[in-house]
């Protein structure tokens, strides 16, 4: 026997395979790129948002104006959505004044915008009152101007 079984390795097919494998594998790292862009554009539109927070309590009338809410110098524009305050404590003896204060130039005065008086038992005891956005400060009193003192909860709700 002169001659034998004769099986010569090609890689040609394999090695263009791979090479098929790497350009796949550079287009792939390109697009993780292109998205990472996308995901940081969505990622700083997300946290440019307002956020929707409020704070909150219980205030007793004393018969004089008392301070519900104060944001005496917010850092920037500041949008209070509303103030809402439960009545359901209020008798027909009782008269209660709400009023919103705000300041329209550094360092000036808190200036009485909107007044809201509730003689007697209220309706709906739940009271909504919207609020404006202000530069530079606003603030929410309450007065018993007649009658026993109660207890009020209440919560403002703003964005930041």
């Known amino acids: 026997m002169t001659g034998g079984v004769h099986n010569p390795f090609d890689a040609t097919e394999i090695l263009a395979d791979i090479a098929t494998l790497q350009t796949a594998v550079d287009d792939l790292d390109a697009d993780v790129v292109l998205l990472q862009a996308d995901v940081d554009a969505i990622e700083a539109i997300a946290e440019a948002e307002a956020i929707l927070e409020e704070a909150?309590?219980?205030?007793?009338?004393?018969?004089?104006?008392?301070?519900?809410?104060?944001?005496?110098?917010?850092?920037?524009?500041?949008?209070?959505?509303?103030?809402?305050?439960?009545?359901?404590n209020q008798?027909?003896?009782?008269?209660?004044?709400?009023?919103e204060l705000?300041?329209?130039?550094?360092?000036?005065?808190?200036t009485v915008s909107d007044e809201?008086?509730?003689?007697?038992t209220v309706a709906d005891p739940l009271v909504k009152i919207e609020l404006s956005p202000t530069r530079y400060g606003i603030q929410i009193v309450i007065e018993k101007t007649v009658g026993t003192n109660r207890a009020y909860d209440w919560q403002v709700f703003y964005e930041v």
Do not use: M
């Open 56 to 88: 909150g309590g219980q205030l007793t009338t004393d018969g004089t104006a008392q301070t519900i809410y104060i944001n005496n110098a917010p850092a920037g524009s500041y949008k209070p959505i509303c103030l809402k305050i439960d009545f359901a």
């Open 91 to 99: 008798t027909v003896t009782e008269t209660t004044v709400i009023r």
């Open 102 to 110: 705000y300041r329209i130039a550094p360092g000036g005065p808190l």
């Open 116 to 120: 809201h008086t509730f003689v007697g």
